[in-house]
T-cell receptor, first 112, second 113 residues
Framework: DQQVKQNSPSLSVQEGRISILNCDYT??????FLWYKKYPAEGPTFLIS?????DKNEDGRFTVFLNKSAKHLSLHIVPSQPGDSAVYFC???????????FGAGTRLTVKP | DGGITQSPKYLFRKEGQNVTLSCEQN?????MYWYRQDPGQGLRLIYY???????QKGDIAEGYSVSREKKESFPLTVTSAQKNPTAFYLC????????????FGPGTRLTVL
């Protein structure tokens, strides 16, 4: 039962352009969403989050958009840099529950 | 420096042996978690603990056991009952549970030969 889906296993963009990573969820009880960035053989690091009461949260080059009616969120990275190359995981939490559900991840490659 | 440590980074064991993975945090976080990552899959929750001496099963607890005798430590034992133990194991912690960001350790890659 995959409640959080990242349908694109990989994405390749040119340095300086925008990277858009997408995430869909099925559980309408999710009310808090997070993006994590992961380098090979390392633990994920928290990147940015958004509560369901908002539709946008911005932090520097990173912006997360939430469309609750579509059960969809996206992470925008502008401008993309080679150091952004990593696997990005989308995660979602239900405020009444205690666990967090992760998507399968999208591998972003930013080419110089 | 505050953070989460996992040791060792790489671990090899023979089939049929139990193995314990270490996770320590000095962030004064109440909640701790164990996840497993397999290629092409997201992180799957094995066990979590909200408070000392208390823990709950996650989605894939079979073949694993944990203990939480100290706030700082949440060791995971991979038993011989776990059918596919070779994986990348990640420990995380958060200040509380609901809505709190989880912070991850560097992970341990377990290979069972």
């Amino acid at each position: 039962d995959q409640q959080v889906k990242q349908n694109s296993p990989s994405l390749s963009v040119q340095e300086g352009r925008i990277s858009i990573l997408n995430c869909d969820y099925t559980n309408s009880m999710f009310d808090y969403f997070l993006w994590y960035k992961k380098y090979p053989a390392e633990g994920p690091t928290f990147l940015i989050s958004i509560s369901s009461i908002k539709d946008k949260n911005e932090d520097g080059r990173f912006t997360v958009f939430l469309n609750k009616s579509a059960k969809h969120l996206s992470l925008h990275i502008v401008p993309s840099q080679p150091g952004d190359s990593a696997v990005y995981f989308c995660a979602a939490k239900d405020g009444n529950n205690n666990d967090m559900r992760f998507g399968a991840g999208t591998r972003l490659t930013v080419k110089p | 420096d505050g953070g989460i440590t996992q040791s060792p980074k790489y671990l090899f064991r023979k089939e049929g042996q139990n193995v314990t993975l270490s996770c320590e945090q000095n962030l004064n976080h109440d909640a701790m978690y164990w996840y497993r990552q397999d290629p092409g899959q997201g992180l799957r929750l094995i066990y979590y603990s909200q408070i000392v001496n208390d823990f709950q099963k996650g989605d894939i607890a079979e073949g694993y056991s944990v203990s939480r005798e100290k706030k700082e430590s949440f060791p995971l034992t991979v038993t011989s009952a776990q059918k596919n133990p070779t994986a990348f194991y990640l420990c995380a912690s958060s200040k509380g549970m609901v809505g709190d960001t989880q912070y991850f350790g560097p992970g341990t890659r377990l290979t069972v030969l």
